[in-house]
């Protein structure tokens, strides 16, 4: 009775917060992605410098290789980057041959002065190949609209093969954006055209819900409600709660190989137990891997 009452209590909270969250972006539009806000600067440039080095560190362990990490001359494409260039500076400083980023909201424009500036003295201490005044000079090209090794690309139709041309890509990665996608299997292929082949996939996917305060409380509540009622909660940029095998499914039937779902937070048993049935049935077989919390996807293009 009392896991019912709980439970109960959980659905309705979780539509609340999902109201407010609908309300607040047709007030103010796409808000922040992070849990912090950009004025945090120490703590935003630090935030970029370790997802840089999680997924070189994902990506030596999906190919067993630690040589990779020089990420030498290679073309690399960033699937929603969110709120600054930091993470495309930094992986410029390795001696990458370009970096592309595609987003639907553009979120860097208004980015303060004082996060480059303290992101470059960050990058000077720990001594990097290229020299600051190279990342400089890349940044003042992308903000004056001409974009050379650093690209950054809004669009609202995330058109991403239009966006690209004729460039061709080594390595895809993403940090926490797929589960904004609108359609991952459109957002998939058309990676799939960009790629070039024995091109890799590097993306960390965030399953759980979105909405502060609930998401550590009770991290699968989206998944509680039906389709039409999530539709009608939801706006653009709303978790789409594709699960991992769906992912997978996508990559290997647009030509990935090698594709691995690695979780990287899980929900505990006794946590997991106490909500099952009160998912909605759509997520209910096992196939969902509802304890899954976060997962890397990695896979190949052939
Ligand atoms: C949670 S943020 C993550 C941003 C960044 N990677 C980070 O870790 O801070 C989600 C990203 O997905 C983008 N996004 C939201 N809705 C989208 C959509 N429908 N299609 C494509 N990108 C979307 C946002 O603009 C943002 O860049």
């Not at 539009?29 to 992070?34: A, I, N």
């Not at 589960?179 to 998939?188: A, L, S």
């Not at 759980?208 to 389709?227: A, E, L, M, Q, V």
Request: glycine share 6%; aromatic share 12%.
């Amino acid at each position: 009775m009392k896991n019912t009452l709980i439970n109960l209590f959980y659905y309705w909270v979780g539509i609340g917060f999902l109201l407010l969250s609908k309300i607040k972006y047709f007030i103010h539009g796409y808000s922040t992605p992070k849990p912090f806000d950009i004025s945090e600067f120490q703590r935003a440039v630090e935030y970029d410098i370790r997802v840089v080095d999680r997924w070189i560190a994902m990506l030596q362990e999906y190919v067993g290789d630690d040589r990779i990490s020089a990420l030498n001359n290679k073309s690399i494409l960033e699937l929603g980057p969110g709120s600054d260039l930091g993470v495309g500076l930094y992986l410029l400083s390795k001696s990458i041959k370009e970096y592309v980023a595609i987003d639907v909201n553009n979120l860097v424009q208004n980015v303060p002065e004082k996060f480059y500036n303290i992101f470059f003295a960050y990058l000077k201490e720990k001594d990097h190949l290229l020299g600051i005044s190279f990342l400089k000079e890349q940044l003042n090209k992308t903000n004056n609209g001409n974009n050379d090794k650093l690209d950054y690309i809004c669009r609202k139709d995330f058109d991403i093969e239009s966006a690209l041309g004729s460039r061709k890509i080594d390595i895809v990665f993403s940090q926490a954006a797929f589960e904004h996608f609108d359609d991952i299997n459109v957002t998939i292929k058309a990676v799939s055209a960009v790629t070039k082949p024995g091109a890799i996939i590097i993306a960390l996917v965030d399953l759980k819900t979105h909405s502060r305060w609930i998401r550590d409380k009770d991290p699968n509540n989206i998944y509680r409600y039906s389709g039409w009622i999530y539709r009608l909660i939801s706006t653009r940029g709303t978790p789409n709660r594709v699960r991992p095998y769906q992912y997978k499914q996508a990559l290997e039937k647009n030509g990935w190989e090698n594709a691995i779902i690695a979780p990287i937070t899980t929900l505990e048993n006794v946590k997991f137990n106490s909500i099952k049935k009160h998912l909605n049935r759509k997520f209910i077989e096992d196939k969902n891997q509802m304890n899954y919390l976060g997962v890397w996807l990695c896979a190949t293009k052939t």
